[in-house]
């Protein structure tokens, strides 16, 4: 069975940061994409980070991607996101999924995320004075 749990959300000060942390289980890498995704309140949701199958490559949105910078951790099924400089407009639930299809470039389209296989319940992230 898929899992993934995200955490490290919080409320942080403008200009702060933050890590987020996905712990993945149930699945091979060397079968999945993993994809850092976030929703502000009503927007839609939209993916900005995407680690490739075998964690070998990285694919994201340059227009999303920000102050915001990865890593992964393959011996604790663990991929990170850290996020500095935060600001407002950066309160959003993050969200990490996993999708079969090893196509990070095409997971990351608007068009796509509601397809999206499998999906963590998200963290919350406020970014407040």
């Known amino acids: 069975q898929v899992q993934l749990v995200e955490s490290g959300g919080g409320l942080v000060q403008p200009g702060g940061s933050l890590r987020l942390s996905c712990v993945a289980s149930g699945f091979s890498w060397d079968n999945f994409v993993i994809g850092w995704f976030r929703q502000v309140p009503g927007k839609e949701r939209e993916g900005f980070r995407c680690?490739?199958?075998?964690?070998?490559?990285?694919t994201f949105v340059a227009s999303r991607q920000g102050r915001f910078s990865g890593s992964r951790d393959a011996a604790k099924n663990t991929v990170f996101l850290k996020m500095n400089d935060l600001t407002p407009a950066d309160t959003a639930v993050y969200y990490c999924a996993t999708d079969r299809l090893l196509d990070c470039s095409v997971v990351l389209q608007d068009h796509y995320v509601p397809a999206v296989d499998y999906w963590g319940r998200g963290t919350q992230v406020n970014v407040s004075s």
């Open positions: 680690v490739g199958s075998k964690g070998d490559s990285t």
